[in-house]
Protein backbone atom coordinates (compact mmCIF):
# COMPACT_ATOMS: atom_id res chain seq x y z
CA UNK A 1 0.00 0.00 0.00
CA UNK A 2 1.36 3.20 -0.68
CA UNK A 3 1.24 6.04 1.41
CA UNK A 4 1.15 9.56 1.50
CA UNK A 5 3.81 12.23 0.23
CA UNK A 6 5.44 14.35 3.14
CA UNK A 7 6.00 17.19 0.67
CA UNK A 8 4.46 18.08 -2.73
CA UNK A 9 5.31 21.27 -4.08
CA UNK A 10 2.87 23.33 -6.26
CA UNK A 11 4.11 26.04 -8.15
CA UNK A 12 3.21 27.84 -11.34
CA UNK A 13 3.99 26.32 -14.69
CA UNK A 14 5.48 27.76 -18.39
CA UNK A 15 6.18 26.92 -21.83
CA UNK A 16 9.03 25.98 -20.38
CA UNK A 17 7.75 23.28 -18.46
CA UNK A 18 6.42 21.24 -21.77
CA UNK A 19 8.91 18.74 -22.13
CA UNK A 20 8.44 17.92 -18.15
CA UNK A 21 4.42 17.84 -18.81
CA UNK A 22 4.57 15.31 -21.77
CA UNK A 23 7.37 13.32 -20.02
CA UNK A 24 3.95 12.37 -17.21
CA UNK A 25 1.58 12.44 -19.72
CA UNK A 26 3.38 9.48 -21.36
CA UNK A 27 3.49 8.06 -18.43
CA UNK A 28 0.33 8.68 -17.25
CA UNK A 29 -2.46 8.09 -20.25
CA UNK A 30 -2.51 5.02 -21.68
CA UNK A 31 -2.10 5.31 -25.09
CA UNK A 32 -4.90 3.32 -26.17
CA UNK A 33 -7.42 6.12 -25.30
CA UNK A 34 -5.16 8.76 -27.17
CA UNK A 35 -5.83 11.16 -24.25
CA UNK A 36 -2.83 12.89 -24.27
CA UNK A 37 -2.11 16.29 -25.72
CA UNK A 38 1.06 17.05 -28.09
CA UNK A 39 3.50 19.75 -27.55
CA UNK A 40 1.37 22.17 -30.44
CA UNK A 41 -1.59 21.96 -28.74
CA UNK A 42 -0.04 22.51 -25.10
CA UNK A 43 2.02 25.54 -26.39
CA UNK A 44 -0.92 26.90 -28.12
CA UNK A 45 -3.25 26.78 -25.34
CA UNK A 46 -0.80 28.20 -22.40
CA UNK A 47 -0.62 31.46 -24.51
CA UNK A 48 -4.22 31.80 -24.14
CA UNK A 49 -5.92 34.13 -21.82
CA UNK A 50 -6.90 32.90 -18.76
CA UNK A 51 -5.33 29.42 -19.16
CA UNK A 52 -2.70 28.24 -16.23
CA UNK A 53 -0.86 25.51 -15.79
CA UNK A 54 0.18 24.10 -12.48
CA UNK A 55 2.99 21.53 -11.18
CA UNK A 56 2.97 19.33 -8.67
CA UNK A 57 6.49 18.44 -7.35
CA UNK A 58 8.30 15.97 -5.48
CA UNK A 59 12.03 15.97 -4.34
CA UNK A 60 12.49 18.05 -7.25
CA UNK A 61 10.53 15.96 -9.69
CA UNK A 62 7.99 16.65 -11.76
CA UNK A 63 5.31 13.96 -10.03
CA UNK A 64 1.72 15.78 -11.80
CA UNK A 65 0.44 18.73 -13.29
CA UNK A 66 -2.94 20.47 -13.86
CA UNK A 67 -4.11 22.16 -16.72
CA UNK A 68 -6.90 24.72 -16.47
CA UNK A 69 -8.81 27.64 -18.19
CA UNK A 70 -11.11 30.58 -17.10
CA UNK A 71 -13.61 31.81 -18.61
CA UNK A 72 -15.83 34.87 -17.27
CA UNK A 73 -16.72 33.25 -13.89
CA UNK A 74 -16.10 29.37 -14.72
CA UNK A 75 -13.26 27.16 -15.26
CA UNK A 76 -12.24 23.90 -16.68
CA UNK A 77 -9.75 21.12 -16.00
CA UNK A 78 -8.45 20.78 -19.12
CA UNK A 79 -5.86 17.72 -18.41
CA UNK A 80 -4.88 16.68 -15.00
CA UNK A 81 -1.96 13.31 -14.96
CA UNK A 82 -0.18 12.03 -11.91
CA UNK A 83 2.92 10.20 -12.99
CA UNK A 84 2.42 6.55 -11.96
CA UNK A 85 5.24 6.23 -9.01
CA UNK A 86 3.20 9.27 -7.27
CA UNK A 87 -0.10 8.08 -7.36
CA UNK A 88 -2.69 7.21 -4.75
CA UNK A 89 -0.23 9.52 -3.07
CA UNK A 90 -1.56 12.76 -2.39
CA UNK A 91 -0.37 14.37 -5.69
CA UNK A 92 -3.82 14.59 -7.63
CA UNK A 93 -5.05 15.84 -4.52
CA UNK A 94 -2.80 18.01 -3.89
CA UNK A 95 -3.59 19.63 -7.64
CA UNK A 96 -6.84 19.70 -7.87
CA UNK A 97 -7.07 21.91 -4.55
CA UNK A 98 -4.60 23.69 -5.83
CA UNK A 99 -6.71 24.26 -8.94
CA UNK A 100 -9.86 25.06 -7.13
CA UNK A 101 -8.53 27.42 -5.21
CA UNK A 102 -6.62 29.46 -8.05
CA UNK A 103 -10.20 29.41 -9.69
CA UNK A 104 -12.03 31.41 -6.57
CA UNK A 105 -9.06 33.78 -6.72
CA UNK A 106 -10.36 34.42 -10.43
CA UNK A 107 -13.79 35.46 -9.41
CA UNK A 108 -14.72 31.33 -10.55
CA UNK A 109 -17.88 30.44 -9.38
CA UNK A 110 -18.13 27.02 -10.75
CA UNK A 111 -15.53 24.38 -12.17
CA UNK A 112 -16.02 21.64 -15.00
CA UNK A 113 -14.25 19.08 -16.36
CA UNK A 114 -14.86 16.15 -18.73
CA UNK A 115 -13.75 12.27 -18.28
CA UNK A 116 -13.95 9.24 -20.51
CA UNK A 117 -16.00 6.92 -18.68
CA UNK A 118 -14.83 4.51 -16.73
CA UNK A 119 -11.23 6.32 -16.36
CA UNK A 120 -10.49 5.53 -12.16
CA UNK A 121 -9.90 9.15 -11.61
CA UNK A 122 -13.24 10.09 -11.13
CA UNK A 123 -13.18 8.51 -7.53
CA UNK A 124 -10.25 11.46 -6.69
CA UNK A 125 -12.66 14.10 -8.43
CA UNK A 126 -15.78 12.79 -6.75
CA UNK A 127 -13.71 13.31 -3.46
CA UNK A 128 -13.08 16.88 -4.12
CA UNK A 129 -16.39 17.56 -4.22
CA UNK A 130 -17.18 17.14 -8.07
CA UNK A 131 -21.25 15.40 -9.24
CA UNK A 132 -21.51 14.13 -12.21
CA UNK A 133 -23.68 16.54 -14.50
CA UNK A 134 -24.02 14.80 -18.13
CA UNK A 135 -22.58 12.52 -20.53
CA UNK A 136 -22.19 12.50 -23.98
CA UNK A 137 -21.97 9.03 -25.61
CA UNK A 138 -19.44 7.95 -28.02
CA UNK A 139 -17.75 11.47 -27.43
CA UNK A 140 -13.88 9.92 -27.18
CA UNK A 141 -12.36 7.78 -29.96
CA UNK A 142 -9.46 5.18 -28.88
CA UNK A 143 -6.05 4.91 -30.73
CA UNK A 144 -7.69 1.55 -32.26
CA UNK A 145 -10.83 2.96 -33.21
CA UNK A 146 -12.63 2.04 -30.29
CA UNK A 147 -15.39 4.56 -29.12
CA UNK A 148 -15.83 5.97 -25.15
CA UNK A 149 -18.41 7.95 -23.59
CA UNK A 150 -17.50 11.15 -22.10
CA UNK A 151 -18.50 11.85 -18.35
CA UNK A 152 -19.17 15.54 -17.46
CA UNK A 153 -18.50 16.99 -14.03
CA UNK A 154 -18.79 20.11 -12.15
CA UNK A 155 -18.56 21.90 -8.49
CA UNK A 156 -19.88 24.97 -7.22
CA UNK A 157 -17.13 26.97 -5.77
CA UNK A 158 -18.83 29.05 -2.11
Known sequence: MSTRLRIVELAKGTAADISAVEQVME????PRFGEAWNRSQLLGILGMPGVWLTLARVD???????LSRAIVDEA?????????AYRRRGVGSALVRSILTDARERG???????VRAGNAAVD????????????????YRGKAGEVYDAHSYSVALS
Not at 60 to 66: D, L, M, R, S, T
Not at 76 to 84: D, K, Q
Open 124 to 139: LYRSNGFAKCGERRGY
Open 76 to 84: ELLLLATAP
Open 27 to 30: SAFD
Open 108 to 114: VVRVHLE
Open 60 to 66: GHVAGFA
